[in-house]
């Protein structure tokens, strides 16, 4: 059983890494779906994809209450389902989480694909490749850089979620309490102490992936 103080850093770990999981393999898939369909207006949703980048925490907090609601078409189908809701839950905090890391995956995904040479692509198909295994043999090892890098982006902006979780997910100890949340509460509580525990936590998990990055960087 993990106690109090430790619950909030493994939830948030808990919940970056399925954030990162599943913005790993959508932003993938959209990223190329878009730049091999060269879909009409990609402008558009290119700015709908990176608008969570730009939108004030509170704002974003306030849409996903609306669209999950238990009183939005969303909501409605969840609890006939599984006679629950999904506000203040940890699924809350999984999605709020994913949907702000989602445009750092998505544009390191589209960078990726676009740095990638249209001849190698082609040479792959000439010799009888089919579209599939070109992708997965020739186009995602060559990107595989900035692939890696949108994850540890991904992967540390998920951790730091705070404004969107709190207002979708809450602040539930033992429940959806995450590292964020846990130094403003314990700010809110006057205990000092504990705040900068848990800042503590947090800067070292974030220089240690800024390490990775640069020693990723170093290496290609």
Avoid: C
């Avoid at 850093?9 to 959209?30: G, Y």
């Avoid at 989602?102 to 009888?128: C, H, R, S, W």
């Avoid at 992967?155 to 590292?179: C, D, H, P, V």
């Amino acid at each position: 059983m993990i106690n109090d103080f430790w619950y909030p850093v493994q939830f948030s770990l808990i919940v970056a890494i399925l954030a990162t999981v599943i913005t790993f393999f959508l932003a993938i898939w959209v990223s190329y779906t878009i730049i091999s369909k060269k879909l009409k207006g990609e402008n558009i949703i290119e700015s709908f994809i990176m608008l969570p980048l730009v939108l004030p925490p509170s704002v974003l907090g306030f849409i996903l209450l609306n669209v999950f609601g238990i009183h939005s078409p969303f909501g409605k189908i969840t609890m006939f389902l599984f006679n629950e809701t999904i506000l203040f839950s940890k699924y809350a905090a999984v999605i709020a989480a994913t949907i702000v890391a989602f445009p750092l995956m998505y544009q390191a995904a589209k960078t990726g694909f676009k740095n990638v040479e249209g001849e190698i692509e082609e040479a792959a198909k000439i010799d009888g490749a089919t579209n599939g295994k070109v992708f997965l043999y020739v186009t995602l090892p060559l990107a595989s850089k900035t692939l890696m890098m949108g994850v540890i982006l991904s992967f540390t902006r998920a951790l730091g979620e705070f404004g969107a979780t709190l207002m979708f997910a809450g602040n539930i100890r033992g429940k959806t309490e995450t590292l964020s949340t846990a130094i403003y509460v314990a700010i809110e509580s006057g205990e000092t102490l504990r705040a900068w525990q848990y800042a503590s936590i947090s800067i070292s998990l974030s220089l240690l992936f800024l390490v990775m990055i640069k020693r990723l960087e170093d290496r290609y």
